[in-house]
Nanobody, 125 residues
Framework: QVQLVESGGGLVQAGGSLRLSCAAS????????MGWFRQAPGQQREFVAA????????RYADSVKGRFTISRDNAKNTVYLQMNSLKPEDTAAYYC??????????????????WGQGTQVTVSS
């Protein structure tokens, strides 16, 4: 069983930055593919960013490309999402996801089998 705990959300003005963290339990974090998704009120959960188990490959949604960066520290069992140049449309609950499988980049909700509880990001204009 993998437990994921997100932190780092909050209220920020447009153009500002936040860094989200996701701490994972388990001894084999280095074998997990990881991803970040978000869900705004009344909307479906959508893909934001993903990173492979090795950290060698990443992928981003077009809406965040060039502004967000996903990274991981396997020694700390943690994955990060650095968010810069935030926009009001980035406002959402952000969820960390894990798949205990060494594979290629995963961008679909159904590919992940563990989810965190989410952290709220609110960007004011």
């Amino acid at each position: 069983q993998v437990q994921l705990v997100e932190s780092g959300g909050g209220l920020v003005q447009a153009g500002g930055s936040l860094r989200l963290s996701c701490a994972a339990s388990g001894r084999t974090f280095s074998s997990y593919n990881m991803g970040w998704f978000r869900q705004a009120p009344g909307q479906q959960r959508e893909f934001v960013a993903a990173i492979t188990w090795s950290g060698a490959s990443t992928r981003y949604a077009d809406s965040v490309k060039g502004r967000f960066t996903i990274s991981r520290d396997n020694a700390k069992n943690t994955v990060y999402l650095q968010m810069n140049s935030l926009k009001p449309e980035d406002t959402a609950a952000y969820y960390c996801a894990a798949r205990d499988l060494r594979g290629g980049v995963m961008t679909e909700i159904y590919e992940y089998n563990y989810w965190g509880q989410g952290t709220q990001v609110t960007v004011s204009s």
